[in-house]
């Protein structure tokens, strides 16, 4: 299965469009969350991007809430919104946990979760699927440009446990197109420009 993995595309319509023009290349694309910037413009990249002709799965960002995509793509029969939830997709288990994990500085509009909160939304996450989160696990890619590490522990906790065959996040900008193996689980912060990933008996990414 060919993956093309994406995050904080924050409203760049031109970043969306080269996105799909790769599209029909892969089986499924993989959106991060954070398609808004301060739940503004949510259906800017995804108008685009539903147009896809394969199936997209997407996690909300702290940009915008679940409940917003969930009405946004309530239509859009390709497009799958997961937080705290899973779906199948070619024999693969995808599971999907967005917003800012831990909590953001960033004030009462963020869509951020508490770590406790976080352990109760990945408690469902099944072993051997693709893992998607906005935010990064602790440790793995989640450095900014100051080289703190901002990172998620319950996500870092639910990989060393479930040992997904891919975990795809974003968020921590300086961090994007960044990847790392956490035990055996390469862990990839896509970024807006995409990086591709196939799943085969020994995964491998590229960009």
Same mark, same amino acid.
């Given at each position: ?5 994406? /995050? ?27 398609? &808004? ?10 108008? +685009?991007?539903?147009? &896809?002709?394969?199936?997209?799965? +997407? ?9 917003? #995509? &969930? ?36 004030? /009462? ?11 109760? #939304? =990945? ?8 893992? +998607? ?6 440790? &793995? ?18 990989? =060393?446990?479930?040992?997904?065959? =891919? ?14 193996? =956490?035990?055996?689980?390469?862990? +990839? ?16 990414? /590229?960009?």
């Amino acid at each position: 299965m060919r993956l093309l993995l994406f /995050s904080d595309l924050h409203r760049d319509v031109r970043a969306a469009r080269d996105l799909l023009n790769r599209a029909s290349e892969y089986d499924v694309l993989v959106g991060a969350g954070d398609f &808004a910037n301060m739940h503004t413009g949510l259906a800017d990249c995804l108008t +685009i991007l539903k147009q &896809a002709p394969n199936p997209l799965v +997407i996690v909300p960002g702290n940009n915008e809430t679940q409940a917003a #995509l &969930a009405r946004l793509c309530q239509d859009w029969t390709k497009i799958h919104v997961l937080h705290g939830t899973g779906i199948r997709l070619n024999g693969i288990d995808f599971f999907g946990v967005g917003g800012g994990i831990p909590v953001t500085p960033f004030g /009462s509009w963020s869509y951020d979760f508490t770590e406790s909160q976080a352990t109760e #939304l =990945l408690q469902n996450c099944p072993p051997r699927c693709v893992l +998607i989160t906005h935010s990064p696990p602790k440790g &793995a890619v989640d450095r900014n440009a100051q080289g703190e590490s901002l990172g998620s522990t319950s996500i870092r906790e639910c990989i =060393l446990r479930t040992e997904p065959l =891919l975990a795809v996040c974003g968020h921590i900008h300086a961090s994007a197109q960044k990847r790392e193996l =956490l035990g055996n689980t390469p862990v +990839i912060n896509a970024g807006p420009t995409g990086v591709v990933f196939e799943i085969e008996d020994r995964p491998e990414f /590229s960009e």
